[in-house]
Nanobody, 124 residues
Framework: QVQLVESGGGLVQPGGSLRLSCAASGRTFSRYAVGWFRQAPGKEREFVGAISWSGGSTDYGDSVKGRFTISRDNAKNTVYLQMNSLKPEDTAVYYC?????????????????WGQGTQVTVSS
């Protein structure tokens, strides 16, 4: 079992940056792959990116490639989503999700644990 808590969301101007954190409980977090997803009002949940349990593999959705970066610090039981060059269309609730021994899965159904989400609003 692992519990996930996202933080770091907020209001930012277009072109700005934010870093989201996904903090996990449990001493075995290093065994979990973590995915980031987002959901805007009236839209389906969208894959943002993911990092494998080893940290050796990352993958990103086409809409964020080159702007967002995922990293992990297993000593702190935390995965980060660095978001640069933010656009209004990045506005959404951002969720992290985890799966033990997983890879960089694209589909939300591949993940077993979810956080409660954090709101990101990009607006001038």
């Amino acid at each position: 079992q692992v519990q996930l808590v996202e933080s770091g969301g907020g209001l930012v101007q277009p072109g700005g940056s934010l870093r989201l954190s996904c903090a996990a409980s449990g001493r075995t977090f290093s065994r979990y792959a973590v995915g980031w997803f987002r959901q805007a009002p009236g839209k389906e949940r969208e894959f943002v990116g993911a990092i494998s349990w080893s940290g050796g593999s990352t993958d990103y959705g086409d809409s964020v490639k080159g702007r967002f970066t995922i990293s992990r610090d297993n000593a702190k039981n935390t995965v980060y989503l660095q978001m640069n060059s933010l656009k209004p269309e990045d506005t959404a609730v951002y969720y992290c999700a985890a799966r033990e021994w997983g890879g960089t899965y694209y589909y939300p159904t591949r993940y077993d644990y979810w956080g409660q989400g954090t709101q990101v609003t990009v607006s001038s």
